[in-house]
C-alpha cells in the first residue's frame, strides 16, 4: 500500500512561480514512477508530468514546455516527487494530483495504482 501526501499547492498571480511536493510512504518496488495530474474546474483530469523510478527520465504534457522541472528525492524511507512550474498561467488553476505505481513515465491515469488527494493551485491574473 502507497500513501500519497501533496502540498505546496497556493494563491499565485500569473508569472509567479511555485513547488508543489508529494511524499510516498510505501515500499520503493510499489511506489514506481510518479507522476502529476490536475483537474481544472468543469475538466476532466488531465496529465502534467511524470518521472521514472530512478528519476533520470521524465515526460511532460505540452502545455508545460519550458516552464516546469519535475524531480524526485528517492533517499530515506520514503519518496519525495516535486514538480516546480514557473511562469504560471491562470488556465493552470486547478487541483493537482500525486499518482504513483506506474511502471514506467506514462501519461495514461489509469496506469498510476495509487493517487493523493490533491493540492489546490489558484492563479489570478
Known amino acids: 500500500q502507497v500513501h500519497l501526501v501533496e502540498s505546496g499547492g497556493d494563491l499565485a498571480q500569473a508569472g509567479d512561480s511555485l513547488t508543489l511536493s508529494c511524499v510516498a510512504s510505501g515500499r520503493s518496488f510499489d511506489i514506481g514512477a510518479m507522476g502529476w495530474f490536475r483537474e481544472a474546474p468543469g475538466k476532466e483530469r488531465e496529465f502534467v508530468e511524470s518521472i521514472s523510478t530512478s528519476g533520470f527520465n521524465t515526460y511532460y504534457a505540452d502545455f508545460l514546455k519550458g516552464r516546469s522541472t519535475i524531480s524526485r528525492d528517492n533517499a530515506g524511507a520514503e519518496n519525495t516527487m516535486y514538480l516546480k512550474m514557473n511562469n504560471l498561467r491562470p488556465e493552470d488553476t486547478a487541483l493537482y494530483y500525486c499518482?504513483?505505481?506506474?511502471?514506467?513515465?506514462?501519461?495514461?491515469?489509469?496506469?498510476?495504482?495509487?493517487w493523493g488527494q490533491g493540492t489546490r493551485v489558484t492563479v489570478s491574473t
Open positions: 499518482a504513483a505505481g506506474a511502471g514506467g513515465i506514462t501519461a495514461q491515469a489509469t496506469s498510476y495504482k495509487n
